[in-house]
């Protein structure tokens, strides 16, 4: 993990799960509320690291991606995980200044940061390093040991049990 990361959860947990994801992707959505559900089951244990890799061929991705990064920075990360539930909640509402005043932030400042697009690089440099770890679709999760920095990918929308089962083997 590093400064910019979105994580949910204890930061000081041993595991991460690290979610390369893209808010109109609805496998995405689909594994949304597994993540939400693991962080409960496993408290103190796995936390969750939220990072982007806006598909192409989703037109709303990248803006939604450049838009949760100007929550977060004007409404911390707390603001930026009530964006995301936001979006996820209902992938077909696209209306990011209802969802920024959900997350508590400030209407003006939010457009002109969105309006800037000062985050795409950002975006980009999150979308290049999962492509560099081995991404080629959404979600793709990774289950990392924040010790010895080992690494377990369980790509796409797998049942809660996929990932209890690598969880649990790697908290051993």
């Known amino acids: 993990m590093d400064e910019t990361d979105h994580v949910r959860g204890d930061s000081d947990a041993p595991l991460s799960v690290v979610e390369y994801s893209d808010f109109e992707c609805p496998f995405c959505g689909r594994v949304h509320p597994t993540l939400k559900q693991l962080l409960d089951?496993?408290?103190g244990k796995v936390n969750w690291v939220?990072?982007?890799?806006?598909?192409?061929?989703?037109?709303?991705?990248?803006?939604?991606?450049?838009?949760?990064?100007?929550?977060a920075e004007l409404g911390g990360n707390n603001a930026f995980w009530t964006f995301t539930d936001a979006i996820f909640v209902s992938q077909s509402d696209w209306d990011f200044e209802k969802h920024a005043k959900t997350a508590g932030v400030d209407a003006a400042a939010f457009k002109d940061c969105l309006d800037s697009k000062k985050y795409q690089a950002d975006v980009q440099a999150e979308m290049d390093a999962g492509s560099a770890a081995g991404?080629?679709?959404?979600?793709g999760n990774f289950i990392l040991d924040n010790k010895t920095g080992k690494a377990v990918e369980i790509a796409g929308?797998?049942?809660?049990?996929?990932?209890?089962?690598?969880i649990d083997e790697m908290l051993k």
């Not at 939220?50 to 929550?71: D, G, K, T």
């Not at 929308?157 to 690598?166: D, H, V």
């Open 41 to 43: 089951e496993y408290n």
């Open 50 to 71: 939220y990072r982007h890799f806006p598909l192409s061929f989703h037109q709303n991705a990248m803006p939604a991606a450049i838009a949760s990064e100007c929550v």
């Open 135 to 139: 991404v080629s679709g959404t979600p």
């Open 157 to 166: 929308a797998q049942p809660l049990e996929n990932f209890k089962k690598t």
